[in-house]
């Protein structure tokens, strides 16, 4: 069975870091694109940053000069450096492997449990 693994989610005051994991196996990783997701209440989740297989990254406005999205090919870990969190950052983050197919997006396997982010003084 494919897994997904995120960790370091918690909580952190507004301005403060956070530094998430998300570990898979090789044959997730080495191929495909990751992405890092979140899903805040009452929303529907979201593509926030993502990384293709020759490290080319690419990022949603809202996280855009505050997130960084990296990958360690020697350890199957895909990273998300959030820096100067907000409030509006509070969400359950996810990863998942991806491809594009006519112009649309498909996420390849089952989601993890996430790990939560909260941003609150």
């Known amino acids: 069975q494919v897994q997904l693994v995120e960790s370091g989610g918690g909580l952190v005051q507004p301005g403060g870091s956070l530094k998430l994991s998300c570990a898979t196996s090789?044959?997730?990783?080495?191929?495909?694109?990751m992405g890092w997701y979140r899903q805040a209440p009452g929303k529907q989740r979201e593509l926030v940053a993502a990384?293709?297989?020759?490290?080319?990254?690419n990022y949603a406005a809202s996280v855009k000069g505050r997130f960084t999205i990296s990958r360690d090919n020697a350890k199957n870990t895909v990273y998300l450096q959030m820096n100067s969190l907000k409030p509006e950052d509070t969400a359950v983050y996810y990863c998942n492997a991806y491809k594009w197919t006519l112009g649309v997006r498909y996420e390849l396997y089952s989601w993890g449990q996430g790990t939560q982010v909260t941003v609150s003084s």
């Open positions: 990384i293709t297989s020759s490290s080319t990254t």
């Open positions: 090789r044959s997730i990783f080495s191929m495909n694109a």
